[in-house]
C-alpha cells in the first residue's frame, strides 16, 4: 500500500499501559487478570484544547481454564463482577476473542474478557500521553451492559459530547447513548437502538434540522444478492434520521454496501464519526476481506453530500486508507493474539490535518496524521 499520504503513525496507548490497580472489576473478582487489549478509541477534542480517547480495555482472566472448564466474566447486578464457567467438552474455542456454546441449534458466544471504558487524554496533536483519567472510567451498571461496553463513539453536536457505545449481555446487543458537557463526565440518556446493530455514529451537526447517525444492523442469516449484483450480501452501513437523538428513524434506501469489486467481501461497518469538511461530510469506514477465523480489517472512506448524507459522492474502496501496521507492534508482540485487524473509531481536526484514532490487532491505539486535502473530491 502506498502510503505517503501519511504525515505520522504511531503507537500512543498499549496494554502496558493500563494500571489494573484501578480496575472496576478488582471491586468483586478475586481472579487475577490481565490486559488483552486497550483500543478501538473514540476521540473528540477537549475544551481545553487537548484530544480525549475513550479506549477500550478488554480484561481477561489470567488463567480462563481450570480443570475441565473455561470461565468468562460476567457483570452481575446484585453480586458484581463474578465467573461463569463452562464444561470444554461443550464449547468451541477457535476465536480467541469469544467461544461458542455448542449446546444450542442457534449461534450463542461467551467473551474471553469484558470490557470497560477508560478517558486517556492526550495532547493537542496526540503525540503524547497527558492523563490517564482512572477516576471517570465507565464500566457496566446496566443489565444489558453484564459482558462489557465497547466500542466508543464521540460527535460533537450543538456544544455538548454525544457518545455512542456497544452494550453487551444474554438479554440484547445494544446501542447506548451517553451525553458529556465537558467530554469527561459523562451520563447515560439508555439504548438508543436494539438487538444486533453495531457501529452507531452520530454525525457532528444536524442536517435540515435533523441529526443523522450511520448504523450497522448484524443478523445471522441474510440472503442472497442477485448474481449480476454489484454488492455482497452480508452486513453494511445504514442511514437513519432522528429528531431528538433518542428515536430513530431508518432510511427506507440502502445505503453504503459491500461491492464485489472490492476486497470487503465479508462486511463493512462505520468507523469514524461523520465529519464535515468543505466537500461534505468524510466518513471513514471498516471493510473485511473473509480470510481465517477474524478476517483483515482495512479502512477506507467516503464523502457524503452535505445537505443529503444519502447521496454519496464518492467512495474509496478499492485503496485502503489504513492497514494493520506490523512495525508498529513490534514492541509489544509477545501480547499479540490477532493480526491484520485496524479498526478505526475516531476522527478530530488538527491545524491543516485530521489525526485519526485506530484499534490496532485489538489491541492497542494508533494515532495516524493525515492532511485534510487528501480527502477532497
Avoid at 81 to 93: A, E, P, Q
Avoid at 123 to 152: C, L, M, R, V
Avoid at 210 to 227: D, H, I, N, Q
Avoid at 262 to 286: A, C, E, M, V
Wanted: proline fraction near 5%; hydrophobic fraction near 35%; glycine fraction near 6%.
Amino acid at each position: 500500500m502506498n502510503n505517503n499520504y501519511i504525515k505520522s503513525d504511531t503507537l500512543i496507548f498499549s496494554p502496558d499501559n493500563v494500571d489494573l490497580s484501578f480496575s472496576p472489576l478488582r471491586k468483586t473478582l478475586k481472579e487475577e487478570t490481565y490486559v488483552l487489549g486497550a483500543f478501538n478509541p473514540g476521540l473528540c477534542r477537549l475544551k481545553n484544547g487537548n484530544l480525549l480517547m475513550m479506549v477500550r480495555v478488554a480484561e481477561a482472566l489470567s488463567n480462563a481454564v481450570v480443570d475441565d472448564k473455561i470461565y468468562s466474566i460476567r457483570w452481575d447486578e446484585e453480586l458484581g463482577f463474578v465467573t461463569d464457567g463452562w464444561n470444554l467438552s461443550h464449547v468451541n474455542i477457535a476465536d480467541p476473542r469469544q467461544f461458542k456454546i455448542k449446546e444450542y441449534d442457534f449461534t450463542v458466544l461467551a467473551l474471553t474478557s469484558l470490557s470497560w471504558l477508560l478517558p486517556v487524554e492526550l495532547n493537542e496533536d496526540g503525540s503524547a500521553i497527558k492523563q490517564i483519567h482512572y477516576d471517570k472510567i465507565i464500566s457496566p451498571q446496566f443489565t444489558n451492559q453484564e459482558y462489557g461496553i465497547e466500542d466508543a463513539r464521540i460527535s460533537f453536536i450543538d456544544g455538548r459530547y454525544y457518545m455512542t457505545t456497544c452494550c453487551v449481555s444474554s438479554e440484547r446487543h445494544s446501542t447506548m447513548l451517553y451525553v458529556s458537557d465537558d467530554g469527561l463526565n459523562y451520563s447515560c440518556l439508555g439504548i438508543i437502538l436494539d438487538h444486533q446493530n453495531k457501529d452507531m455514529l452520530l454525525f457532528e451537526g444536524k442536517i435540515n434540522n435533523k441529526y443523522y447517525a450511520l448504523t450497522r444492523p448484524l443478523g445471522v442469516c441474510y440472503f442472497a444478492s442477485p448474481p449480476d449484483s454489484l454488492y455482497h450480501p452480508g452486513p453494511s452501513i445504514q442511514l437513519a434520521e432522528s429528531p431528538d437523538l433518542l428515536h430513530w428513524k431508518p432510511s427506507d434506501k440502502p445505503f453504503l454496501r459491500a461491492s464485489k469489486s472490492s476486497l470487503s467481501n465479508s462486511k463493512i461497518g462505520g468507523g469514524t464519526q461523520p465529519i464535515l469538511t468543505k466537500d461534505g461530510w468524510l466518513i471513514l469506514y471498516h471493510g473485511v476481506e473473509d480470510k481465517g477465523k477474524v478476517g483483515i480489517y482495512r479502512t477506507y472512506w467516503a464523502l457524503l453530500d452535505k445537505d443529503n448524507p444519502s447521496k454519496i459522492l464518492k467512495k474509496v474502496e478499492h485503496q485502503p486508507l489504513l492497514e494493520a501496521n506490523a512495525g508498529l507492534t513490534s514492541g509489544i508482540s509477545n501480547q499479540i493474539y490477532l493480526t491484520d485487524v485496524v479498526f478505526t473509531t475516531g476522527i478530530a481536526v488538527y491545524e491543516n490535518d485530521f489525526i485519526i484514532a485506530s484499534g490496532e490487532l485489538d489491541l492497542a491505539c494508533r494515532i495516524t496524521r493525515i492532511s485534510q486535502d487528501y480527502f477532497s473530491l
